[in-house]
């Protein structure tokens, strides 16, 4: 099998961007904010900054690093997005048997889910620092720039709402993601 000596992948940085990098730590501010993401966990990835680009480059890739390679590609260009247009995703509390009332603590940054299958301790979910958190009747809308931290946030809530010891089929009460949106644009949604 023929090895490939060199892989190269370039992101565009529009012209309302900032990109600085300094060793191998990535910052991107734009018009909604700012973020740095640290990538000296990648010891044979070599990134560098021309005039309007981010080159990832690396020498004699296996799976492993052309895989390291996309991710790091990947996570640029959703720092990119983010400070351009916000993350939302939305999620749906569903119950069959008991109401479920939700509030958030902005000073614990923690949400409780109250009554949920009818147990009388709340349920907590932590929502990581930069997240918006908007409670509107059964729906929880969370907003940032930071995509991880807002994908991290509704796993911590779906996970908050996990049934154990009861048929998943009859018990399908949870909160649940059902559309994501980068910007006013359908990212994902549940047909």
Avoid: C
Wanted: hydrophobic content about 40%.
């Amino acid at each position: 099998m023929v090895k490939t000596a060199y892989s190269k992948l370039e992101v565009k940085i529009p012209s309302n961007i900032n990109a600085q990098l300094k060793d191998m730590v990535v910052e991107i501010s734009g018009p909604l904010g700012s973020m740095s993401k640290d990538f000296s966990h990648a010891k044979q990835i070599k990134i560098s900054k021309t005039d309007n680009k981010i080159i990832l480059d690396t020498l004699f890739p296996d799976k492993k690093k052309a895989a390291l390679l996309g991710t790091i590609k990947s996570h640029i260009q959703n720092m990119i997005d983010g400070v351009t247009h916000k993350f939302r995703y939305e999620m749906k509390i569903v119950y069959a048997h008991f109401p479920v009332n939700v509030e958030f603590d902005s000073a614990k940054r923690v949400l409780l889910i109250k009554n949920f299958l009818g147990e009388r301790s709340d349920r907590r979910a932590r929502v990581l620092e930069g997240v918006d958190v908007q409670i509107e009747e059964d729906n929880i809308i969370l907003e940032g720039v930071d995509k991880e931290k807002i994908g991290q946030s509704a796993a911590n809530i779906q996970r908050a709402t996990r049934i154990r010891k009861k048929d998943p089929r009859i018990f399908g009460d949870g909160i649940y993601v059902y559309r994501k949106y980068v910007g006013d644009e359908i990212e994902w949604k549940i047909i």
